[in-house]
């Protein structure tokens, strides 16, 4: 049974391919890469260099947050995303609404909420016999993020973070349009971040050898789907949007940027780190389901994508078992972006909007192996195809969640967008 | 010319909390700064932060109503001596 479509009225995003929309929808137009290789040092314990994707230019002593107090790195991107898409939807501020705030709600994901901030904050009390500052606990939080959005907009609905790994601003995404649809809420900003480039943080992925080696170019550092694969880039950013019924938004005159018709979530039960088709598939035919939709109708998918060696194999499966053996054009944009973790499921979904409406698919600079079985957009510039008019945006995290959005054009192509 | 307390003191709470430029004085009770209790810990804890010293809640507790900017600037200077007087009598060893 499907549910109805929503309204996409704000969009906003801070990733390492600019800050704001305009500079990430050129980014993805001259399919740039914003990968560069970083060196962590921790003297004694660890010395290497990966491929790291950073906002850079990005400073979060620049953002002010209502709290008034010094925020977490990420939790000044996701104010910085998320005051881009308020400011499109024209939410107005929490000083100012311009919707009744009662009914407006934040859903916010980040995988690790203000892990930066704990990390450099434990290394001066440990290693430099410095006390914590008294905010430590308000700006570590892993809702800390939610409670500023909800304080900047005034929502006072609900402010509800999520954090399921790199599924954490899809899941956030899917639970707003539940909420929306269901009448909990009449609008809500949705989406996430991620803020984890502190030694201590990367070098604990190191430790679970998936970050990808920074040798050779940018664009080949993260290889999804690629026989020599060998990880991931890991990135920071956020992305926000604003989500609202059609009638909603066309009684406040908001702008239909596009609808979100589906989603579907799952669990796959089974490991702590590998996942499993049969989740990823039950995600993917429950959000066509929910979207009322044919995988046939599906004319691009962004595939979580991370390029790694279990994830891309489980993922190339559950795609051929939807859509059959290369039966859909798939784009990897971790490639591009890197891997933002709790921000992910949001900027790639701005990545599919970025598809469906330019019709130009993003291309990863590296072939997938043939084994894979799937139509990864590959080469050094964007796939132009036929207009389209539905979308797929795919996240599948550690600990087993996968969540699924698909996406519509307001209008069918060729009929006056 | 080295910067005075207050100087020091000053900066930290307009640049870090904003404050408005024509209620930094010395006369000025820390309560009526614009700061709630959170910020008038933050504000604290970068004072101590800048001076590299802690300041006991026994000496100065600056949620007490009346204590001024410059009673904290009084309350660092002394600490100061305090601990100037405490190094010349116990020299730490020299660290390498």
């Known amino acids: ?417 | 010319m080295s910067t005075t307390t207050f100087e020091t003191v000053a900066r930290i709470v307009q640049e870090e909390h904003h404050c408005d430029p024509t209620l930094i004085r010395r006369d000025v009770p820390l309560i009526d700064l614009g700061l709630d209790s959170l910020a008038l810990m933050e504000f604290i804890f970068s004072v101590e932060d800048a001076f590299h010293l802690r300041l006991p809640e026994d000496k100065l507790d600056p949620r007490e109503a009346g204590i001024t900017l410059g009673d904290l600037c009084d309350a660092i200077d002394a600490r100061m001596a305090e601990e100037a007087a405490g190094s010349a009598m116990h020299p730490e060893p020299a660290r390498a």
Not at chain 1, 76 to 92: D, H, I, K, Y
Not at chain 1, 110 to 131: C, F, I, P, V
Not at chain 1, 170 to 179: D, H, K, Q
Request: with cysteine.
């Open chain 1, 1 to 417: 049974m499907s549910g109805a479509p929503l309204a996409i009225t704000g969009l906003g995003a801070v990733t390492p391919l600019g800050a704001g929309t305009p500079a990430l929808h050129g980014a993805l137009s001259d399919n740039l890469c914003g990968i560069a290789a970083r060196e962590i040092v921790i003297e004694g314990v660890e010395r290497f260099t990966f491929g790291a994707a950073a906002c850079a230019g990005f400073d979060e002593r620049q953002q002010r947050g209502p709290s008034g107090v010094a925020l977490d790195r990420g939790t000044a991107l996701a104010l910085a995303a998320a005051r881009e898409a308020a400011a499109q939807a024209g939410l107005g501020t929490a000083a100012e609404p311009a919707v009744d705030a009662e009914r407006l709600a934040v859903y916010w994901g980040a995988g690790m909420g203000g892990a930066a901030s704990l990390d450099q904050t434990t290394e001066q009390l440990y290693a430099h016999r410095r006390r914590m500052r008294p905010t430590t606990v308000l700006t570590t939080m892993p809702n800390a993020a939610a409670a500023e959005l909800s304080m900047a907009f005034g929502a006072r609905a609900a402010s509800m973070g999520y954090a399921c790994a790199c599924a954490s601003a899809a899941v956030a995404i899917g639970e707003a349009m539940r909420a929306v649809r269901a009448g909990w809420a009449d609008v809500a900003i949705a989406g996430g971040h991620e803020a984890l480039l502190t030694p201590g943080l990367v070098a604990g992925w190191q430790a679970m050898k998936v970050l990808a080696p920074a040798a050779g170019a940018p664009a080949e550092v993260c290889r999804p789907f690629a026989a020599d694969r060998a990880g991931f880039a890991l990135g920071e950013g956020a992305a926000a949007l604003v989500i609202e019924s059609l009638d909603c938004a066309r009684r406040r005159g908001a702008p239909v940027l596009a609808l979100l018709s589906g989603y579907g979530t799952s669990c796959d039960a089974e490991h702590i780190s590998s996942p499993s088709s049969r989740g990823q598939v039950r995600a993917m035919r429950a959000a066509l389901a929910d979207a009322g939709l044919s995988p046939a109708e599906i004319g691009h998918v962004n595939a979580h994508g991370t390029g790694t060696t279990a994830g891309d194999v489980a993922e190339a499966a559950s795609l051929a078992e939807v859509f059959g053996t290369v039966g859909v054009p798939v784009s990897a944009t971790k490639a591009l972006h890197g891997h933002l973790m709790g921000a992910g499921g949001a900027i790639e979904l701005i990545c599919a909007l970025h598809a469906l409406h330019t019709s130009r698919l993003p291309a990863a600079a590296v072939p997938p192996a043939p084994s894979m079985g799937i139509d990864l957009v590959h080469g050094r510039t964007p796939r132009a195809v036929a207009p389209f008019a539905h979308v797929m945006s795919n996240s599948f995290a550690f600990g087993g969640t996968n969540a699924v959005i698909v996406a519509s054009r307001l209008r069918a192509p060729g009929a006056g967008d």
